[in-house]
């Protein structure tokens, strides 16, 4: 069975902190690995990545690859207060439909 | 339309009722997907439409939960005899025919369905 862990579950930092956000895998046939940020109801795509050691980067927010090891992190700089969020990592694999395996998710509070 | 759109936006129903939720996907989007989230939880799969192929409904929980798109667009999703287990947000998802590794999904809002 495809299996996506996040971690840390939750994390509180303030205002121009650094956050970094950990995804690991388990999956059959591994496609690519995708990062979104919900607010409240729609997550809403951050990231895709395919490829190992090639780091997508996007304002603050940057993400990377390991298909080796088997896990992504996503970084976020300079936080701001609207960067609180519940931040998703979902795994497409070859499997028919490019169905999504979703992790847990990370909850991070930025206080100003 | 500018995105994917579901509706109602929230539902409140007895238990042991039926209830129907729907999507609208972004227009030209081939594939739609249904998930389920419930509270403190990642997304769970549940449907998946491509095109004029046969779903993949892998995700199903219970045969209680159906779905159908009709016309390659619209999307219903149905829970017969609800149960309480059932409250969640039901998430609908639409991606376009892609070109080599183009997976993105874009979410619709969302229906929160509770079932007392």
């Known amino acids: 069975e495809d299996k996506v862990v996040q971690s840390p579950l939750s994390l509180v930092v303030h205002e121009g902190d650094t956050v970094t956000l950990n995804c690991s895998y388990e999956?059959?046939?591994?496609?690519?690995l995708l990062w979104y940020k919900q607010e409240k109801k729609a997550p809403t795509f951050l990231f895709m990545l395919?490829?190992?050691?090639i780091e997508k980067k996007s304002g603050r927010l940057s993400s990377i690859l390991d298909k080796k090891e088997l896990f992504s992190i996503l970084n976020i700089t300079a936080t701001q207060t609207g960067d609180s969020a519940v931040y998703l990592c979902?795994?497409?694999?070859?499997?028919?439909?490019?169905?999504?395996?979703f992790g847990g998710g990370t909850r991070v509070l930025v206080k100003p | 339309g500018a995105g994917v759109s579901q509706s109602p936006s929230n539902k409140v129903t007895e238990k042991g009722k039926d209830v129907e939720l729907r999507c609208d996907p972004i227009?030209?989007?081939?594939?739609l997907y249904w998930y389920r989230q419930s509270l403190g939880q990642g997304l769970e799969f549940l449907i998946y439409?491509?095109?004029?192929?046969?779903?993949?409904k892998s995700g199903l929980p219970s045969d209680r939960f159906s779905a159908e798109r009709t016309g390659g667009s619209v999307s219903t999703l149905t829970i017969q005899r609800t149960q309480q287990e059932d409250s969640a947000v039901y998430l609908c998802?639409?991606?376009?025919?892609?070109?080599?590794?183009?997976?993105?999904?874009?979410f619709g809002p969302g229906t929160r369905l509770t079932v007392t």
């Open positions: 439409f491509q095109g004029n192929s046969a779903p993949d």
């Open positions: 395919t490829s190992s050691g």
């Open positions: 227009s030209g989007h081939t594939a």
């Open positions: 979902a795994v497409a694999t070859k499997a028919a439909g490019n169905k999504l395996t």
């Open positions: 999956v059959t046939n591994f496609r690519s």
């Open positions: 998802a639409s991606s376009g025919p892609g070109t080599g590794d183009s997976y993105e999904q874009y």
